[in-house]
């Protein structure tokens, strides 16, 4: 199937530990990110990659650190985890690039982390 | 830095009546997009709008891009319980590549 895909599903863990999530899509897009979605259902862009350059960093603390090791992957390692950590991190891809940004964006299923 | 603000942030309906939300941006956008997510499920895209006054539309799902291009709205015809999720309006600045979501109207509709 095409699909974004991004894994794990879920994720408990506990304050202080790292974590990291990954993400791949197969569908041939060159612009992928990590949306943040709290509890109230508010989706913030964390970060975004086109053809693994960094072009969105948004104020996000620096125990994010995203990774792209080519245009198809954006993982997710996070340092130091704390309790407002708990979300929903959706990753997406859209065919953006630098000339048009109008390309509809495609979610994966989203990890749940959860720091108790 | 740019602000999209979509109202109501809920709305609780019969099955059948019709369904509104509305999404208002501080700054002229390039484009507006609309979002659906079901619960427990990712957001998945419903449409693009592009032009100054564009009317979108999709069975019973209407969606409108103001003249000024910095409002849009999404109206739903005679509900069915298979529209419950939360609707979200994404709109991008003229000139910018980001994206920003509102906040979304999460929508129930009563059998």
């Known amino acids: 199937d095409t699909a974004v895909s991004q894994t794990p599903k879920y994720l408990v863990t506990q304050m202080g530990n790292d974590k990291s999530i990954k993400c791949e899509q197969n569908l041939g897009h060159d612009t992928m990110y990590w949306y943040k979605q709290d509890s109230k259902k508010f989706l913030k862009i964390m970060f975004s990659?086109?053809?693994?350059?960094?072009?969105i960093n948004e104020t996000v603390p620096n125990r994010f650190s995203p990774k792209s090791p080519d245009k198809a992957h954006l993982n997710l390692h996070i340092n130091s985890l704390e309790l407002g950590d708990s979300a929903v991190y959706f990753c997406a891809s859209s065919q953006d690039h630098w000339e048009t940004y109008n390309s509809p964006l495609h979610f994966g299923n989203g990890t749940r982390l959860t720091v108790t | 830095g740019q602000q999209v603000m979509q109202i109501p942030q809920y709305q609780h309906v019969q099955e059948g009546e019709d369904f509104t939300t509305y999404c208002n941006s501080s700054t002229t956008l390039s484009n507006i997009q609309w979002y659906k997510q079901r619960p427990g499920g990712h957001p998945v895209f419903l449409i693009q709008?592009?032009?100054?006054?564009e009317v979108k539309k999709q069975k019973r799902l209407t969606f409108q891009f103001g003249e000024a291009k910095k409002n849009s709205s999404l109206h739903i015809t005679a509900t069915q319980t298979t529209d419950v999720g939360t609707y979200f309006c994404?709109?991008?600045?003229?000139?910018?590549?980001?994206?920003?979501f509102g906040k979304g109207t999460k929508l129930s509709v009563i059998p």
């Open positions: 990659y086109n053809n693994k350059e960094l072009i």
């Open positions: 709008l592009v032009k100054s006054g």
């Open positions: 994404a709109g991008r600045g003229a000139g910018s590549y980001q994206l920003t």
